[in-house]
């Protein structure tokens, strides 16, 4: 079973600007033509808008404090495009097309929600990079993305763990101990559901110990389907993110 | 998507005698699991948006935060009332719609970026004055985003759309191919012509930097929006005409990756090279950064 599963991964060329997986770049039409958003930067705004949801997505709350490290472009010109604004929306869980966006700052003093902004050192992973803390009560997330261009980001890390994906669908993300038959557990079920698995990507941080499995999936997972998955042996934590839906 | 280049998919049409458009909207469904109805309404909630974009350029306040630009398109639209535009009065047209739109963009409106939204009034500015011109059906045009779509998905697979990766060659650039290829085929024009518009396209584009001063996406990318709509119209024309890109549109798209890719920090979005150098474009981000933190002291001490 579990070759069976590993055949899903593909190994696709690298991209010789980010050394990002190509499979990670565009994959839809509307990552051309689109999205709809308010200015000024699909990069900067856009881009740095989805970041952030997928950042309290993960964290699974609105968090209270956010520590955020910008890299290279990110860095140098936040300020002119917006790009704090918009990473702050994100973590407000707005939409990109929400027209409250350049009052962002003032919507997160209204929830309480403190932010830190660090100058990170050299260009990250990618030119428009960001490194998103977060913390809500004893809750912590940490991802480290990149707007890769026309609002499309590239998330290289979720938690510590090296795994990849790119927002565009609904996703799951799961933290496990590594054990035999858990990944086979997981596709199982999600197989048994019906749910197509699009992308998978696994990263442990040695062996029998914790590890994360993401998924990307072609249709979004119900509630239920979420409960069984923590049920399964070895299951620590099942989170979902998902930009697909409106906020 | 079962097309990777430019050359495959004039290839899929050929072979299935279809539009590029019309290949684009069934890939994408397919890829999706979105039916082709849903995909649609999608693209035509898109082409509203960017059809108020216009006239919200055209007729509301486009003074970006900033206060550096802004009111443009107005200017050009208003001289066409009075003067004969040297360009002919349709090409003057396109060039003060792209201007409006990304002028409405600056001042943090409501855009779609196509593909970015640096670059979002060059699409708008090409369809919004041919559709008055030609008297074509909002539909039409929906089918021409999809066109657009399916260049710029190649594009970016291939090289880049993004001004930090590759330049503004990657963000005008690629609207302008996008737009010129989009045309000829709502012209009437084969998918092997339209491919064609693209090559001519990008090639009038290569090398060029992203260099925004104080890194605000408005001096030049405005003005770039404005007249890639004017180089658009003319590639498509050439296209329509039987001039043919004799390096093929896919290997014009390698180089745009190679040029990208030699290109220096300073000319990708960073605002420290290039126009954002200038003595003028370091004299205007030196105002803006003193009056940034003027109004951050005001703040704390009321
Ligand atoms: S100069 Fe840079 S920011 Fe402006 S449109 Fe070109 S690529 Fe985009």
């Not at chain 2, 001004?163 to 963000?171: L, M, P």
């Not at chain 2, 605002?271 to 703040?299: F, N, W």
Request: aromatic share 6%; hydrophobic share 40%; glycine share 12%.
């Amino acid at each position: 079973m579990l070759c069976r599963i590993l055949t899903f991964v593909q190994f696709p060329d690298v991209n010789i600007y980010t050394g990002a997986w190509k499979s990670l770049r565009f994959k839809n039409v509307f990552s051309i033509i689109g999205p709809s958003m308010v200015g000024p930067s699909s990069s900067h705004t856009a881009g740095a808008v989805r970041i952030g949801r997928v950042a309290r997505q993960l964290l699974g709350c609105q968090p209270e404090k956010a520590q955020m490290t910008l890299f290279g472009s990110f860095a140098e010109t936040y300020w002119g495009h917006g790009t704090d604004l918009a990473l702050t929306a994100g973590l407000l869980n707005f939409d990109t097309d929400d027209e409250r966006i350049p009052e962002a700052d003032i919507e997160a003093e209204k929830v309480g929600m403190v932010m830190e902004w660090i100058q990170g050192k050299g260009n990250g992973p990618h030119p428009n990079s960001v490194k998103i803390m977060l913390t809500a009560g004893e809750r912590k997330a940490e991802i480290v993305a990149a707007s890769i261009g026309g609002g499309t980001i590239a998330v290289y890390s979720l938690n510590g763990f090296d795994v990849q994906i790119t927002g565009e669908y609904p996703t799951i993300a799961v933290t496990h101990s590594d054990s035999q038959g858990v990944l086979a557990n997981m596709t199982s079920l999600l197989s048994c559901e019906g749910i197509n698995i699009g992308y998978m990507d696994v990263d442990r941080k040695g062996r029998s110990e914790a590890a994360m499995t993401v998924f990307e999936l072609d249709t979004a997972p119900t509630g239920s389907l979420i409960e069984e998955m923590l049920r399964l042996p070895h299951i620590l934590e099942v989170t979902m993110i998902d930009l697909t839906q409106r906020s | 998507m079962r097309f990777e280049t430019l050359e495959q998919l004039a290839d899929i049409c050929l072979k299935e005698n279809k539009t590029i458009a019309q290949v684009m909207l069934e890939d994408q469904a397919k890829e999706t699991g979105v039916p082709v109805d849903e995909v649609f309404r999608q693209m035509a909630e898109y082409y509203q948006v960017m059809k108020e974009a216009v006239q919200k350029g055209l007729t509301g306040n486009t003074k970006s935060r900033s206060g550096l630009t802004g009111g443009d398109a107005k200017k050009v639209a208003d001289y066409m009332q009075h003067s004969e535009a040297s360009l002919g009065g349709p090409s003057a047209k396109a060039m003060a719609y792209a201007l409006a739109v990304s002028e409405v963009n600056a001042s943090m409106g409501r855009i779609i970026a196509t593909p970015t939204a640096g670059s979002c009034g060059i699409i708008p500015g090409v369809f919004v004055s041919s559709q008055e011109r030609f008297g074509w059906e909002d539909d039409k045009l929906v089918n021409g985003l999809f066109t657009a779509g399916a260049i710029g998905y190649v594009i970016a697979n291939n090289a880049s759309i993004s001004g930090a990766e590759g330049g503004c060659q990657a963000e005008v650039g690629s609207a302008i191919g996008m737009a010129a290829g989009a045309m000829v085929e709502l012209r009437g024009g084969s998918p092997q012509q339209a491919v064609h518009a693209v090559g001519l396209a990008l090639k009038n584009c290569l090398g060029l930097i992203c260099d925004p001063v104080a890194g605000l996406v408005e001096i030049p990318c405005i003005v770039r929006n404005g007249l890639g709509a004017v180089t658009a119209l003319a590639a498509a024309d050439m296209a329509l005409a039987g001039v043919g890109s004799v390096i093929p549109a896919d290997e014009v798209i390698g180089v745009m990756l190679e040029v990208g890719s030699a290109m220096p920090t300073k000319h990708r979005e960073t605002g420290k090279g290039g126009l954002a150098a200038t003595p003028t474009g370091r004299k205007l981000t030196k105002e803006l950064v003193e009056q940034r933190r003027r109004k951050a002291k005001e703040a704390k001490q009321p």
